[in-house]
């Protein structure tokens, strides 16, 4: 959980070696390629307006690291955990679900602490360029993916589709590293800045 400390917030980071990880079947992504991701949001902004997408900061750290747990799908493409937001249902509710199908063993399930959104990030268009603020000209962004700040408990079984890893990846890494992880995720390091580390 996250407490004020002199005015700073203070966030606790339980220690990766408290965790274990294993695997289960695999899940595979809706869409067989990036224009066929494209063609579906044309589609669905088409019937439902805006996407609403929800996505899971996770921390823990190694060593008095602060990591971030990512999603690894080949060997190249990492995201953070999460997915889209069903027209009409609640971010957060969606989210843990979400969590749940990607992380859990079907029979022990994570109580999910989802807290505050700490980024958002708006397409403007049916195309791959997002930013963290809806530009000038653009009055209908196609998607809005907010980033939720959730707090691990001290220790989990997490489980793994086997066609995911779920990798650990220390903030020094991630900082300014669009060029392998995307603009998202390698602003996380400021984004989470604000936060005094409380290793566990």
Same mark, same amino acid.
């Given at each position: 959980m996250s407490e004020k400390?002199?005015?700073?917030? @203070? +966030?606790? =980071? *339980?220690?990766? !070696? @408290? $965790?274990? $990880?294993g695997s289960k079947e695999p899940q595979y992504e809706l869409d067989p390629s990036v224009p %066929?991701? $494209?063609?579906? =949001?044309?589609? #669905? &902004?088409?019937? &439902?307006?805006?996407?609403?997408? !929800?996505?899971? =900061? +996770?921390m823990l750290h190694e060593h008095n690291l602060p990591h971030v747990l990512l999603l690894q799908l080949g060997p190249a493409f990492f995201k953070l955990p999460g997915g889209q937001v069903p027209p009409g249902k609640d971010a957060r #509710?969606? +989210? %843990?679900e979400? +969590?749940?199908s990607l992380l859990c063993k079907p029979d022990d399930p994570i109580k999910w602490d989802i807290g505050e959104v700490v980024c958002q990030w708006w397409r403007p !268009? $049916?195309? *791959?360029p997002q930013y963290p603020y809806i530009p000038a000209h653009v !009055?209908? *962004?196609? @998607?809005?993916?907010s980033i939720y700040l959730v707090h691990l408990p001290p220790s989990a079984s997490f489980s793994i589709p086997r066609n995911y890893k779920l990798? %650990?990846? *220390? =903030?020094f890494e991630l900082y300014d590293n669009c060029a392998s992880y995307g603009p998202v995720i390698s602003s996380v390091p400021q984004i989470i800045s604000r936060f005094r580390p409380n290793y566990q």
């Open positions: 400390c002199d005015g700073i917030v @203070e +966030l606790s =980071l *339980p220690r990766l !070696s @408290e $965790f274990t $990880f %066929a991701r $494209f063609q579906r =949001l044309r589609q #669905e &902004y088409r019937q &439902y307006g805006m996407r609403r997408t !929800s996505e899971a =900061l +996770l #509710e969606s +989210l %843990a979400n +969590l749940t !268009s $049916f195309e *791959p !009055s209908c *962004p196609k @998607e809005r993916r990798v %650990a990846a *220390p =903030l």
